[in-house]
Nanobody, 118 residues
Framework: QVQLVESGGGLVQPGGSLRLSCTAS????????MSWHRQGPGTERELVGS????????NYADSVKGRFTISRDNAKNTVYLQMNSLKPEDTAVYYC???????????WGQGTQVTVSS
C-alpha cells in the first residue's frame, strides 16, 4: 500500500530554519506530483507549494514565497521542504501529498508538527 512518512518537524525560534522530508513507498514516486500542505490551529488545511514529478517546476503560496523551497530526489523517493526565516504564523502540522499523474491516486502523509516560538 502507499505510505508517505514525514519527518523533520519540531520547535524553532522565529527567524530559524527547518527542513522537512517526506519519503514515499508503494507508489511510482517519479510519476507523482508532490505537494506540501499545512493546517494551523483553528484553520483549514492550505497548500504550501508543489513540485512536478520531474522536479522541473515548483509553485508556492504567496505567504511562503522567497522563504520556503521544495525539492525532490526521485532516487530516494523523497520530497523536501526547506523552510527559512520562519515566523510564528508558520506554526502548523505539515502534510505531504502524492498525486499520480496518470492514475486517480492520491495519498497523504500523517503530518509533522512545526512550532515557531521564542
Amino acid at each position: 500500500q502507499v505510505q508517505l512518512v514525514e519527518s523533520g518537524g519540531g520547535l524553532v525560534q522565529p527567524g530559524g530554519s527547518l527542513r522537512l522530508s517526506c519519503t514515499a513507498s508503494g507508489i511510482a514516486f517519479n510519476l507523482c506530483t508532490m505537494s506540501w500542505h499545512r493546517q494551523g490551529p483553528g484553520t483549514e488545511r492550505e497548500l504550501v507549494g508543489s513540485i512536478t514529478n520531474g522536479g522541473g517546476r515548483t509553485n508556492y503560496a504567496d505567504s511562503v514565497k522567497g522563504r520556503f523551497t521544495i525539492s525532490r530526489d526521485n532516487a530516494k523517493n523523497t520530497v523536501y521542504l526547506q523552510m527559512n526565516s520562519l515566523k510564528p504564523e508558520d506554526t502548523a502540522v505539515y502534510y505531504c501529498k502524492a498525486e499520480h499523474i496518470f492514475k486517480r491516486l492520491t495519498s497523504w502523509g500523517q503530518g509533522t508538527q512545526v512550532t515557531v516560538s521564542s
